[in-house]
């Protein structure tokens, strides 16, 4: 089990490795006005003298080593447009825990509903409910999330007059972007719960619970949904990558001070620092999810044994 | 040639001739046709008349649902494709103007028809110089009142009021629009009024201009006087001296949408075809290497965890960002991130199969890989292939509604189904929200008909279906 946990860290570490490397290469292949304020106004003297400092005349690997360096105390380089000076870091501590707070409500909320949805599906097979999930489903993973979420936005505020934009401390704001982020993976679990649980109803230990007269709610409750819902837990990860991106266009949209609408902010103002630093602070959300989900599934369900997942690899 | 004849050969001779008589006589070339296919014989013998693709498409018809996305999605896609050969067709990037005031003719409501208002015959119009053999530009305004001006109502109407104003006379609107002040009584004519807002006298009580702009008729239908006409017929005013409708409506700069519409859909089906292809490709051709070579297992499988572990969307941004925004630049950052999961599956179904007998039978025949991975192999994930494919276009094409919404994507010079919603979005609650609700419609309808169909042609493709 240790070893296993530590091979896996291992691994990912190495991954973080790559990705950042990678990124910090291909941010440096930008137009160098991404790293100055008011580049027109510049004088050619003043330019290099901003890029010598910044050391971006130096090796692509001595950057690097210095990138990491850098990295390694906390210090993720300064804002050259967004906020002019201020460090990355701080920008970003400000701003992270709203949006970390916003996606761990959706995912609660995709839970609360997708479970329910999914079940109610298995049971009510070919009747309302499944027709109802079915529409649903194909509805919210054909039509691109960024389509619908403009529809849920205005229809929200002009029909249930909920407030169009975000405000921090006003409970009816917080509606309409946790419900729109939250869409994408309530259908994604009922979508896998109801699969798992027609599988599972479909076995013979099933039958012969009902041969024996177990009423059918127990054999839902007790053992269809308890069994798949272990295999439910391998999505966490996934939806995880699903609001980390769904939050991206949310918080834009709704104007929320959080990371996601950050990095659109950045991405039209050219910031390079702060797009390096976002894009990297993303893909290390992706890497920490992947583990949890792995990890999550060993402490959830003792069957699973680590060896025999590595073997099938 | 043999010498002499043993005596067994001379028994056995007449024999065999009495044999092969008789085999003639039994067996005959009638025994030798092919005989048509029997259900019950069939049965009887182990054989049946399965085939794999015409089960397929058995089952794939059985689907009405499906059934009927794709037959509008092959209309959808065909009707992309002939629409700029059709007649009466603008420009998609053209900003129409009037041809007199030189104005962009923005936000026009869609209609069927650019005839704005019938003038019935005998009606008398203003002439505006405009220099066309065919057409003639007119409105029925001939005068107009400034605001807070005095003039006479001569007759009062609950729409229209009669007025006489600088030796003019005609109507004005009488509505919330122009806020006419009047007296206690105002059936008392006639007697002096102003309004707050400047008014247009027009010769009839019926508005023919475009909001104040000229119209367009054809000249034969008038007969001209200097600056005035008189219809000789029933005329249609019309938006342009042309024919042409905004099916669409225009956009604020005055483009005609439902060109822009069909040429977004253009590339948007392009971006998600292309996208969709070289994924598969790529995807194929990776996944049979990682599944079948055994000693690049180890690395492609590093590999695909490195990448794995980041969101899509991350490389998407950053790809995009890289890079100038064009529509090679979104097929590539898609296609940088979309191989993955088509070389994981391929490479999942390569390894279960690889090692079956028929696969070392093969082998053993002396076939090549090659030979093997395109004959044995591949056949079998041609259903999930095409599942595959079916639905990175509707990815593809989401994919890029995203990348034009964070400021990424295609410029307004190239329509796409993202950068239309993108820019209908600022429309959405003012009565132009029609600008985003074409191109939404017809997104939604590709989108969901290419997930529906590929999801239905998978499970008829799954021999599991098939009875």
Redesign the interface.
Known sequence: MTKYILKRLG??LL?LL??LTV?FI??R??PIEGYFDNFDKLDQAVINARLQQLGLRDPILVQLKDFFVRLLHGDLGQSARYSVGVPITAIIANKAPLSIRMGVISMALSLLLGIPLGAAMARSKSGFWDKFGTVFI??V???????YY??IQ?FG??LLGFPMLFSRDDWRTWILPVFSMSLGNTAYYAMWLRRYMVDEMNKDYVRLARAKGVKNSEITMRHVFRNSFVPMIQYIPTSL?YT??GS??IE?LYSVPGMGGL??DV??RQDNPM?QAL?MI??C???VG?ILGDLLMVVIDPRISLKRKESA? | MKLFKRPKDQIAAPLEQGVSAEIARLVTDADFVVAPYNPDEGERGGYSNYSYWGSTFRSFFKDKVALVFLITLVALLLFTIIQPLLPQQFEANVIIDHPLTKRQMSNVAPAWTNVIVEAPAGTALVVHPFDNDLWAAVDNIVASVKARKEFTVLEYGDEWCRIAYDGAEGYVRNDFTTKIKFPEDPLATPYAAKSNFALNVYTTPADMSNKGDALFVLKRQLAIDGDTAVTTERAQLRLLPDTRPFLFGTNSAGQDLWAKVWSGTRTSLFIGVTVAALQSLIGILIGVLWGYVKALDRLL??IY??I???????VL??VS??MRPSVQTLILAMTVTGWVGMARFVRNQVVIIRDRDYNLASRCLGNSTARIITRNLLPYLVSVIMLRLALAV?GA???E??IT????GLPLSVPSLGNL?NEG?KM??TSQSYQ?VFP?II??VI??A???IGNAFADAADPKNHL
């Open positions: 691994t990912s991954t790559i990705i990124v291909l941010v292949q930008m194909v509805f993973s054909a039509v691109p999330s960024a389509v403009i529809y205005s505020s002009s990558l980390v991106s991206i266009y834009s990095l659109v991405i039209t797009v894009v993303y893909s959300i992706g890497i992947m690899r | 499988t590093e965890n490195v794995d572990n980041i969101p899509t969307t991350i941004i950053l960002y890289i509707p094409i989401g994919s509604v995203f919404y964070i400021g990424l919603i979005r959405i609650s985003l939404t997104l939604s989108t969901i290419f997930y529906i």
